[in-house]
């Protein structure tokens, strides 16, 4: 996978507030990671949902798309294999973001 940057990262009003967000995404693979290993798929849910909102907002298209993709897989009650799939996708998305550089 390559890059993934923010639509939003030469917009000087926006800059600031992508690269927090940007800066906190290893503790969110990190909680991802967490809830997984210990089944606690609610958890999981809620934190797919919250990054499928967050992803858009601060540019970030794919994020958003693979987060629903979780989502979605969490909501139908899909099988453990698909879940982890799904999950093992959104942090390698998450892995492949880049922090924007401040102007």
Excluded: W
């Excluded at 858009?56 to 994020?63: H, K, P, R, S, V």
């Amino acid at each position: 996978m390559g890059s993934i940057r923010s639509a939003y990262e030469n917009d000087p009003d926006m800059l600031e507030i992508v690269r927090e967000f940007a800066g906190e995404l290893p503790a969110r693979i990190a909680k991802l990671e967490a809830h997984l290993a210990a089944n606690e798929m609610r958890e999981l849910q809620t934190l797919a949902h919250q990054l499928k909102g967050a992803g858009g907002g601060y540019g970030f298209a794919q994020i958003t798309e693979v987060a629903s993709r979780l989502e979605q897989a969490l909501k139908s009650g899909a099988a453990e294999p698909e879940i982890k799939d799904r999950a093992t996708e959104l942090c390698a998305t998450l892995r492949a973001v880049v922090v924007p550089e401040t102007r």
